[in-house]
Nanobody, 114 residues
Framework: QVQLVESGGGLVQPGGSLRLSCAGS????????MGWYRQAPGKQRELVAR???????NYADSVKGRFAISRGNAKNTVYLQMNSLKPEDTAVYYC????????WGKGTLVTVSS
């Protein structure tokens, strides 16, 4: 019933920017916490950024100062503004949401390459 759909991934040059979006649908209209994870080729999934319903955020050290997470007014959407992208940011980015459960999108690929 609950579905998360990511969008905004693609190919970008180093130093460029992308904005990822995640929209939730179904019976839950306001998630407690939403966030972004990523999984690079050959590596395990890692937390990139997370935001609570109250607006509190936390970021991985590797993206601090470059990425910014935010939520939509409906509280079932989340965005990730990615600036100054580096090749090591290349990964599949997954949207995550929690509300008496743990929900995941199927991912959107971000490739940073010159």
């Amino acid at each position: 019933q609950v579905q998360l759909v990511e969008s905004g991934g693609g190919l970008v040059q180093p130093g460029g920017s992308l904005r990822l979006s995640c929209a939730g649908s179904g019976s839950i209209f306001s998630f407690n916490t939403m966030g972004w994870y990523r999984q690079a080729p050959g590596k395990q999934r890692e937390l990139v950024a997370r935001i609570t319903s109250g607006g509190s955020t936390n970021y991985a050290d590797s993206v601090k100062g470059r990425f910014a997470i935010s939520r939509g007014n409906a509280k079932n959407t989340v965005y990730l503004q990615m600036n100054s992208l580096k090749p090591e940011d290349t990964a599949v980015y997954y949207c995550n949401a929690r509300h008496l459960g743990d929900y995941w999108g199927k991912g959107t690929l971000v490739t940073v390459s010159s």
